[in-house]
């Protein structure tokens, strides 16, 4: 016949501190990945790269728009 195992305090904290250091590993990696982005997001838009890229967009888009567009747009 075989004797219940008795488990003590120190065993069980001994299993929980690795998957504490293992969550706080993780959390802190994405917590860095969204601060980094965050950062380089604020910097795109302070050197106005969007703003660039769109202006430079429209105006090939508005060169090859016909003229009759151009009437329906200023009509709306």
Same mark, same amino acid.
């Given at each position: 016949?075989?004797?219940?195992?008795?488990?003590?305090? @120190? +065993? $069980?904290? $001994? @299993? +929980?501190? #690795? %998957?504490?250091?293992?969550?706080?590993? =993780?959390? &802190?990696?994405?917590?860095?990945?969204?601060? =980094?982005? /965050? #950062?380089? &997001?604020? +910097? *795109? !838009?302070?050197? #106005?790269?969007? =703003?660039?890229?769109? !202006? %430079? *967009?429209? *105006?090939?888009? =508005?060169?090859?728009?016909? %003229?009759?567009a151009w009437? +329906?747009? !200023?009509? /709306?």
């Amino acid at each position: 016949m075989r004797l219940p195992a008795v488990s003590t305090a @120190c +065993d $069980r904290l $001994r @299993c +929980d501190v #690795g %998957q504490a250091t293992v969550e706080f590993a =993780i959390v &802190l990696a994405a917590f860095m990945v969204v601060a =980094i982005a /965050y #950062g380089a &997001l604020w +910097d *795109s !838009l302070k050197e #106005g790269a969007f =703003i660039e890229h769109a !202006l %430079q *967009s429209a *105006s090939h888009h =508005i060169q090859q728009v016909s %003229q009759g567009a151009w009437g +329906d747009v !200023l009509a /709306y």
